[in-house]
C-alpha cells in the first residue's frame, strides 16, 4: 500500500510557479525531515554499515588490539555448531510461531466478526496477551509449564496424561515456547484480520448464498483469496519479528536444556555480551539479516506477487 | 426449519470458540495473580491450588522492600523513558512524514524508497554498533541510551504520512491563499486534524518501548536504572527456585498499569494498532 501511493504527487500548477518557490518549499521539506534523517542516519545506517564493517574484524571488546581478519569470522561461522543449532531452533521456532498464530488469529478474527452479542468484548479481551511485557508472559507461563508443579501438568492429568518435562525435554521445549508465544501474539494479526475481513463488501456473500453456497464454500471461495494481501502482511511482519525472538527463550529456558532453545539473537547476545566478541557478534548479526531478507522474498514469491504491500 | 437450527448451531459454535478462547486467553493471568496472592508453601503444593483460600499479601510487602528490588523505581524508569521516547518519536516523525506527504523535493522518491528497503532489515542488525557508540558517548546506563536510538522510527513515519495523505488538500488551501508559511500549515493545519493518529502512533510506540527488554538489558547494568521487563528478568533468575508467589507478584505488579491503560484506551488501542496494520508497516 505505501509504495504505490508513491511519492510524486505534484499538483498541476506546480510547473507554472515561480522558481524560488519550488526552492521555497524543498528547503522548507529538508528542514521538515532533518531531524529525522540526522538519527536514521546515525542509528540506522551508519549502524549497518558498522555491524558489516566489523564484521571483517576480531574486535574483542576487552583486548586493545583489534586485528583485521577479512571474512575467517564468516569462516568460523559456517563450522559453528551453536550458530547452526541457533539457526535451526530460530526457524523451527518461527515457522510453528507462524502457522499456529495465523491459524489462530484468523479464527478469532472470523468469530468476532460475526454479528452476534458480546463480539466486541471478546475482541478487547482477545487482545489483552498482546500488551503485556515479555517479562511477565516469560514468568507466568514459565510457571504453568513447570514439570513439578505446573497446572499445564495438572490440566493434563485428568486427560489421563503423565506430567511431562515441558521446557526440560529438548523435544518439548520448542514447541512450548511456540505455544506461549501463539499465546502472547495472535492479537495484532487478529486485528490486521479483522480489517481485512471489514474490508470483504457483503455483497459478494450474498450472491454466492444466493447461488447456494454453504459457509465452507464461503470461506474457501470468498474470504481467504480475498484475505491474500492480508495474509502476506501477517506472515510477513510475522516472520520478522519472530525470527528475532529472544525474550521467550532469555527467561523461560535460557537457552536450555543444553542447547535446545538457542535462538540467533539468544546467540548473538552470548556471543557479544558474555564472550564480549563483538566482530563475530556483527557477523551473527549480518548473516541473520541476509537469511531473513532472503524469507521474505521466498514469502513474497510463494503468497503472491500481486498482493500490494 | 432446518435453516434456524444450522444457523443456531453455528451461533453455539462461535459462543463454544469464545468460551475456549476467553479461558485460554484470561487463566495464565488469573492464575498468576491468584497465586501471587499465596504463599510458598501453598504454592509448592501439588495438585497445584487455582484459588487463594487464606490470601496473603506477603509476597508484595516483600517485593516492595526486598532491598534488591527496586520494582517502584524500575516502573518509574520505564514510564519516564517510555514517554521521553514517545514525545521524541512524534517530534522527529511528524514533520517528516509531512514532507513526504505534502511538498515536494528533489530526492524524495529514492529517499522514500531507502526507507522502505530498510523496514525489511531486523533491527538487531544495528544492536553492536549501537550499543558501541552509546558506550562512546558515555551514554550507557543513562536515559539517553533509551531514548535516542530507536527516536528515528521509520514505521511512525509511513503511519503519520499515510494518515496525512488522506486529509483533503482544500484544508491547507485557506492557508496558502493567507500566506502561511509551511511549518504554520503543518503546524496549524495538519496537526490539529491528525490527533487520532497521532495519539495511536503514540501509544503503540509507548507500549513497544514499555515492553522492550533486550536492548535496555544491554545499555544499563546499575540497579537503579533498569526498567520494568529487565527488572522482571533480574527478579525472575534470583528468586523463581525460592520463593515462586515473589515472582509472580512481580508479573502482576508490571501487568497492572497495562490493564489499567488498556482499560481506559481500548478503542484507541484497538483502532491504533488496526490503523497500524492496514497502513503497512
Known sequence: ?309 | MKFSNSNFVRHFGTYFFFLVMGIFVTFPIVFAFSQSLMTNQQVNRWPPPILPISPTLDSFRTLFTQQDLKIVLWLRNSVFAAAAYTSAVLVICAPAAYAFARLNFPGKKILFGFLLVTVMLPAQVTLIPNFLLMKDLKFLDTFHALIWPGAANVFGVFLLRQFFMQIPRELEEAAIIDGASFWSRFWHVIVPLSTNALTALGILVFLGHYNDLLWPFIVTNSLEMRTLPVGLQILNSSYAGQYRPLVLAGAVFATIPIIVFYIIFQRRIIRGVTMSGMGGR
Not at chain 1, 184 to 202: D, K, N, R, T, Y
Not at chain 1, 226 to 253: D, E, K
Open chain 1, 1 to 309: 500500500m505505501v509504495a504505490k501511493t508513491g511519492a510524486a504527487r505534484s499538483n498541476a500548477g506546480n510547473g507554472l510557479l515561480p522558481m524560488n518557490l519550488r526552492t521555497r518549499e524543498a528547503l522548507a521539506a529538508y528542514l521538515f525531515l532533518a531531524p529525522f534523517i540526522i538519527l536514521f542516519s546515525i542509528f540506522v545506517v551508519r549502524a549497518v554499515i558498522t555491524a558489516q564493517y566489523l564484521s571483517f574484524f576480531d574486535w574483542q571488546i576487552l583486548k586493545p588490539k583489534r586485528p583485521f581478519v577479512g571474512l575467517s569470522n564468516y569462516r568460523e561461522l559456517f563450522n559453528d555448531d551453536v550458530w547452526w543449532i541457533s539457526l535451526k531452533n530460530t526457524i523451527v521456532f518461527t515457522i510453528m510461531t507462524v502457522a499456529g498464530t495465523t491459524i489462530l488469529s484468523l479464527s478469532a478474527a472470523i468469530a468476532v466478526t460475526k454479528p452476534i452479542k458480546g463480539n466486541s468484548f471478546f475482541r478487547i479481551l482477545f487482545y489483552m496477551p498482546a500488551l503485556l511485557s515479555v517479562g511477565v508472559v516469560g514468568l507466568t507461563w514459565g510457571w504453568l509449564l513447570s514439570s513439578q508443579f505446573g497446572v499445564i501438568n495438572y490440566g493434563l492429568s485428568f486427560l489421563g496424561l503423565r506430567p511431562l518435562n515441558w521446557l526440560g525435554s529438548e523435544v518439548l521445549v520448542i514447541p512450548s515456547l511456540v505455544f506461549t508465544s501463539i499465546w502472547w501474539g495472535f492479537g495484532f494479526p487478529m486485528l490486521v484480520f479483522i480489517a481485512g475481513l471489514q474490508g470483504i463488501p457483503e455483497m459478494l456473500y450474498e450472491a454466492a448464498r444466493i447461488d447456494g453456497a454453504d459457509g465452507r464454500q464461503l470461506l474457501f471461495g470468498i474470504t481467504l483469496p480475498l484475505l491474500r494481501p492480508t495474509m502476506l502482511f501477517v506472515t510477513v511482519t510475522g516472520v520478522i519479528a519472530h525470527f528475532q525472538v529472544y525474550g521467550q527463550p532469555a527467561i523461560m529456558t535460557g537457552g536450555g536444556p543444553g542447547r535446545a532453545s538457542y535462538t540467533v539473537i539468544f546467540y548473538l547476545y552470548e556471543v557479544a555480551w558474555r564472550s564480549f566478541r563483538m566482530g563475530y557478534g556483527c557477523a551473527v548479526s549480518v548473516a541473520l539479516a541476509v537469511i531473513m531478507a532472503a524469507f521474505t522474498i521466498i514469502q513474497f514469491k510463494l503468497v503472491g506477487q500481486q498482493a500490494e504491500y
